[in-house]
């Protein structure tokens, strides 16, 4: 299997990127969800591993992006219409931007709050210039949570458009990151 791109498929790190980011991000809506009910050390053990995994995104994202920018991309089907072409461009490049907003607005809110997020546990990340607020920390934790109802709907969205390629359309759109 070829590291790089081709023009008819993504070469191994783009596709390990797309899947780790991908299984790591829906892991992360799911246990997201609970944060709020756990109680006592477990809701503390889950919230440092929930920043912890969300600063890990946050790179893995960045470097997938600039992975992304310095490769090819496959070729779309030539068939394929103008308006199915634009919205996966569009779904695709708002879902990058959905999660690395997400990353940040983590970041930002804990910081907010007094609890920045210690990667792993070996050390904490550097805060990103923002002041002691609860009135900033709600705030910027209500737009992380509409981030992931967000990504949620894009999530769907690639996915639907995925498997409509592979079911009804037969063409090599999914098996190209397979």
Request: proline residues 5%.
């Amino acid at each position: 299997m070829q590291i790089k791109n081709t023009t008819d498929r993504y070469g191994l790190v783009a596709k390990l990127l797309h899947w780790v980011i991908a299984l790591c991000v829906i892991g992360m809506l799911l246990v997201g969800s609970l944060l709020d009910i756990l109680a006592g050390p477990t809701q503390g053990a889950v919230y440092l591993w929930h920043k912890s995994l969300g600063m890990t995104i946050l790179a893995l994202m960045i470097f997938f992006m600039l992975w992304s920018a310095r490769n090819i991309k496959p070729r779309y089907p030539e068939n394929m219409p103008f308006a199915q072409l634009t919205l996966a461009k569009v779904v695709r490049y708002l879902l990058y931007i959905a999660v690395v907003a997400m990353c940040l607005s983590g970041w930002i809110f804990s910081t907010a709050k007094g609890k920045p997020p210690v990667l792993w546990g070996w050390f904490n990340l550097p805060a990103p210039f923002v002041p002691l607020s609860d009135t900033l920390g709600h705030t910027i934790k209500q737009w992380h949570v509409y981030l992931a109802w967000t990504i949620l709907g894009l999530v769907l969205l690639h996915t639907i458009g995925a498997l409509y390629h592979h079911f009804v359309r037969r063409d090599n759109v999914l098996q190209r990151m397979l």
